[in-house]
């Protein structure tokens, strides 16, 4: 079966940097668009960052464009998420998605009803 599993969260000072990591197992990696969600405690899981299969166009929030970088290396099945410049707001709870681009094409923004797959999710929290 399809496994997404995350890593590299942690507690980092704001300002401060951190490198997450998805491995995928059980699917094409490659033939799949993905991306990063996060969920703060008491609101809705956002959309963060997307990376298209074909062409490796990225898309990103308003709130971390700039600071966050996206990526993915076919040849290991990961995807990756560099997150610098880390703020308080930045606290949540990651989740790793497989299948975000259709969204993003069709509305500008993305949306879990494009996602086929998700991961159990890594903690970042951002201490001021």
């Known amino acids: 079966q399809v496994q997404l599993v995350e890593s590299g969260g942690g507690l980092v000072q704001a300002g401060g940097s951190l490198r997450l990591s998805c491995t995928a197992s059980g699917m094409k990696f490659n033939e799949y668009s993905m991306g990063w969600f996060r969920q703060a405690p008491g609101k809705e899981r956002d959309g963060v960052s997307c990376?298209?299969?074909?062409?490796?166009?990225?898309y990103y929030s308003d709130s971390v464009k700039g600071r966050f970088t996206i990526s993915r290396d076919n040849a290991k099945n990961t995807l990756y998420l560099q997150m610098n410049s880390l703020k308080p707001d930045d606290t949540a709870m990651y989740y790793c998605?497989?299948?975000?681009?259709?969204?993003?094409?069709?509305?500008?923004?993305?949306?879990?009803?494009?996602?086929?797959?998700w991961g159990q999710g890594t903690q970042v929290t951002v201490s001021s």
């Open positions: 990376i298209n299969w074909r062409d490796s166009s990225t």
């Open positions: 998605a497989a299948g975000c681009i259709s969204a993003v094409q069709a509305r500008g923004a993305m949306s879990e009803t494009a996602v086929y797959y």
